[in-house]
């Protein structure tokens, strides 16, 4: 009989502005909203995610990291360009319902968004669901994670 594979528990972390991880397309180029459920995990050091991935260099501009009792978020600017992503490309969302197996922070809930036309982007890992702003990624950054985006 056949063994079933035991799918591997994708964890990230979100810790302070300088460690912190951030769901992006899986190859250099590629379009975030067609990647929506085979995003990848990059952080700004290896042991924040079992992953092991890091953001290409320069790639984060500014991280802003906000934490309160039910949901901790980072939100900030990002350079598209070293990632190869497009001017054109107005970006999607990552999300538990899409991407299975991760955990962030612990919290099974989370919710992260890229936007490379205006080069943005925002990650929150919440205790509850409704912690986590789902189904209006067309609202983007700014309304699905209020924060500060200098």
């Not at 990230?12 to 067609?34: H, M, Q, R, T, Y």
């Not at 990848?40 to 320069?58: I, M, Q, W, Y």
Request: charged share 25%.
């Amino acid at each position: 009989m056949p063994v079933e594979e035991q799918a591997v528990r994708v964890t990230i972390e979100l810790k302070s502005k300088s460690d912190f991880c951030s769901f992006l397309p899986p190859n250099p180029g590629d379009n975030v909203a067609a990647t929506e459920t085979r995003g990848k995990p990059f952080c700004t050091k290896v042991n924040l995610s079992n992953e092991g991935r890091v953001f290409p260099a320069g790639f984060i501009r500014s991280a802003h990291y906000v934490e309160t009792s039910n949901y901790v978020q980072v939100t900030g600017r990002m350079d598209r360009s070293k990632y190869k992503l497009k001017s054109s490309d107005g970006g999607g969302q990552y999300d538990h319902r899409d991407v299975d197996n991760v955990t962030c922070n612990g919290y099974k809930y989370w919710v992260n968004m890229l936007e490379p036309d205006v080069n943005q982007y925002c990650i929150r890992c919440c205790r509850n669901q409704k912690d986590c702003n789902l189904g209006i990624s067309t609202y983007g950054c700014k309304r699905v994670v209020p924060g500060d985006y200098s």
